[in-house]
């Protein structure tokens, strides 16, 4: 008999998460097996640092799966990846952007798929560039990007991680407190050469989700212990339903789906 896959959630569009989020990653642990994050090699440390408690804690029994995007970010997510932010250039998704003075932001090379592929990455920095919406990498490690391309490469990592995730053997489900990351990926779904269905709707953990702010971690860990099946049986019928609905025809469907429609999980509560 084969050994369950674990589910985890793959936090993003952050590399990690800080303090002020830490309540929500104990409601996650009520629904699955762990998280996951995506964390360059070169930031090593700094999700203890941002978040030493429940991080650190999570780390050491072994409930933080840190993914190394030098590694994980493959071939083919690698393709995936650029060919959907050429689309979106060509559509010019990007041409009416204000291009701010300051406020350009780093994203790791490697989370552009550098690694796998560096003509094919080297490329779409090139071409953003050449649109003022990137700049030269100071460092040789991260590009700085505007913040709309920034984030817009970040929540469609987060969707090509579940295909990378079952490569590696691992289950992910995306999981945001950034209602902002979930609208950029709206925009992006929206888009009429997306490659995606488009209209399916988020698992909003606020409808079953509880206030653990004052709750201990450990504390948490042991009624997960004693409770956890339940949870998470109700997170599996509900990531199977998304699943069905996922199947609707977008344009049939899209009048019956919330705003807040998206591939992912969205952690606020």
């Known amino acids: 008999m084969n050994e369950r896959i674990a589910d985890l959630a793959y936090y993003y569009p952050q590399p990690y998460w800080g303090v002020r989020e830490a309540d929500d990653m104990k409601n996650l642990l009520l629904f699955l097996d762990g998280i996951a994050i995506l964390l360059p090699r070169y930031m090593a440390g700094r999700e203890t640092a941002a978040d030493p408690v429940v991080a650190g804690a999570l780390r050491e029994q072994g409930l933080l799966r840190i993914l ?60 953003l560039i050449a649109r003022d919406l990137a700049r030269p990498s100071q460092d040789g490690v991260s590009v700085p ?41 709206i925009q992006v779904l929206s888009l009429p050469a997306s490659h995606s269905a488009g209209h399916i ?9 509880v206030n653990l702010a004052t709750v201990p971690l450990d504390e948490i860990l042991e009624f997960r212990d004693q409770h ?32 807040k429609a998206a591939m992912g999980w969205s952690a606020a509560c």
Request: proline share 4%; aromatic share 6%.
């Open 145 to 185: 990007l505007h913040p709309v391309v920034r984030m817009t490469f970040l929540v469609l990592l987060s969707q090509l991680a579940r295909d990378a995730g079952r490569r590696a053997g691992l289950s992910l489900h995306p999981a945001t407190t950034r209602s902002d990351a979930i609208e950029d990926l």
């Open 68 to 127: 190394e995007p030098e590694t994980f970010v493959d071939q083919q997510s690698t393709e995936a990846l650029i060919a959907a932010v050429t689309d979106l250039i060509t559509q010019g998704a990007f041409d009416d952007l204000e291009r701010p003075e300051w406020g350009y932001a780093e994203l790791s090379r490697s989370r552009m798929g550098w690694d796998a592929d560096v003509e094919l990455s080297e490329m779409i920095i090139d071409e």
């Open 228 to 259: 956890g099946a339940s949870y998470k049986a109700y997170a599996r019928n509900v990531r199977r339903l998304i699943a069905e609905l996922g199947l609707l025809d977008p344009d049939a469907g899209a009048d019956q789906v919330s705003r």
């Open 201 to 209: 709707v988020t698992f909003d953990l606020e409808a079953v989700g």
